[in-house]
């Protein structure tokens, strides 16, 4: 059964940084490319970033360009979001995800056929 747990979220004031991470068990996770995506209270889940399964494309979504990075260590299974200088508008529930689709370029969350719980990101002002 495969699971992906993220951790790593938390209470942050404006400017300031977290490094959510997101461990996978269950599943070849070198073969799968995985991306980030956020949901905030009323609105629909969004696309954050992606990295392909060797970690060599990397994309964003214009709204966080410059500020967050994705990177992974499959060695760990895990795949983490650097975000520095956040903004209020950042707050929302981060999710990660896991999908076959290795090498593409996965925005949508069609593309995706596992997800994590979600960890809480809150961006004070």
């Known amino acids: 059964q495969v699971h992906l747990v993220e951790s790593g979220g938390g209470l942050v004031q404006a400017g300031g940084s977290l490094r959510p991470s997101c461990a996978a068990s269950g599943l070849t996770f070198s073969n799968y490319g995985m991306g980030w995506f956020r949901q905030a209270p009323g609105r629909e889940r969004e696309f954050v970033a992606g990295i392909t399964f060797t970690g060599n494309r990397l994309y964003y979504s214009d709204s966080v360009k410059g500020r967050f990075t994705i990177s992974r260590d499959n060695p760990k299974s895990t795949v983490y979001l650097e975000m520095n200088s956040l903004k209020p508008e950042d707050t929302a529930v981060y999710y990660c995800?896991?999908?076959?689709?290795?090498?593409?370029?996965?925005?949508?969350?069609?593309?995706?056929?596992?997800w994590g719980q979600g960890t809480q990101v809150i961006v004070s002002s």
């Open positions: 995800a896991a999908s076959r689709y290795g090498a593409g370029y996965n925005t949508s969350p069609d593309r995706y056929d596992y």
